[in-house]
């Protein structure tokens, strides 16, 4: 027992002398001279390293060209993703990142803040158009006046309709409220629109296809050429709760302002849909499909179509 008594004290000395030594005035094994050598040594190092990697990215931009379009695009070849996307503003808050749904009670300026809010941030570089843009001309377009190489379309708030509007809250306070649609942005992609009602898809709502029938017949007989959209409830049931729908300022995107050639100060064009009177105090699921011959429907994947719950307290 004492032989092991006088083993652990040793030990004891011995980690007690490793961490401060009084005669040689070494803390950690090693002196104050030492320890400033070894932490001048890993400054230098690290900031040559660091120096190093500042270089190496600044060579490996000034290989790129944020004038030109990449060499493999999404719309263009050398792609196999040729079909765009469709997202929805406002998005829940953060700490439900994953959900689809956009719940409110009616009536309550607090509940219905964030939603207003998200849509507020998203409409703003949609608001008083300038004549010039990030160096590039803003034009009005039209189906008989398409934009030039380094012209870009005009799309501006004040197109959308009374209640789908900040002043207006979106509606979120007139138990009308409005979901922003967009299709996200694709380099080179151009829609295939339909020209005649022979080659409007089968499974189109019926809604839709007497619409763009009346658009036809005001066009002198010819279908605009247009992204069409719908939105419509999932189920029997949500068809028979979400109540009239309207969309502003068009029931879809126009084909002139595709394709996205990474133009400065580009707007992709909007489409609000503004659901009058839903059902309260109903889980409604709602899908709304962008239509064109090119367009192919993938809800696994979310391909020409987006997904998300309407639920009004």
């Known amino acids: 027992m004492e032989d092991q008594d006088r083993s652990m004290y040793r030990k004891k000395q011995s980690f007690g002398e490793f961490v401060w030594n009084s005669e040689t005035s070494a803390f950690l094994g090693r002196t104050g001279t030492s320890w400033i050598k070894i932490g001048v040594f890993y400054v230098i190092f690290y900031l040559c390293l660091a120096g190093f990697f500042a270089l190496m990215m600044t060579v490996f931009y000034q290989t790129l060209d944020t004038n030109h379009l990449p060499k493999y695009t999404p719309g263009g070849g050398g792609s196999l993703l040729r079909n765009p996307a469709m997202g929805f503003r406002p998005l829940p808050r953060e700490e ?147 109540g009239p729908v309207r969309y502003s300022p068009w029931q879809g995107f126009p084909a002139y302002y595709f394709p996205y050639m990474h133009t400065p100060g580009y707007l992709p064009p909007i489409v609000a849909v503004q659901f009058d009177q839903p059902m309260s105090n109903v889980l409604i699921n709602i899908e709304c499909r962008a239509w064109a011959k090119n367009i192919v429907h993938d809800r696994q994947n979310r391909l020409g179509l987006v997904h998300f719950e309407l639920l009004k307290d």
């Open 96 to 242: 439900n990142v994953e959900s689809t749904l956009i719940w409110y009670k009616n009536g309550d300026n607090d509940d219905i803040k964030h939603w207003v809010e998200q849509l507020n941030r998203f409409i703003e570089p949609y608001e008083g158009t300038s004549e010039q843009i990030s160096g590039q001309h803003v034009t009005e377009c039209s189906e008989s006046k398409l934009p030039g190489p380094e012209e870009v379309c005009r799309f501006q708030d004040k197109w959308l309709t009374d209640k789908c509007q900040k002043a207006e809250k979106w509606g979120y306070n007139r138990e009308s409220p409005c979901i922003i649609l967009k299709l996200n942005k694709m380099i080179k992609w151009v829609p295939e629109t339909y020209e005649s009602m022979e080659e409007l898809p089968d499974n189109m709502p019926e809604s839709l296809k007497d619409h763009i029938e009346q658009r036809m017949n005001e066009n002198s007989g010819k279908i605009p050429r247009m992204i069409w959209v719908s939105c419509e409830g999932e189920n029997p049931a949500d068809q028979e709760y979400i």
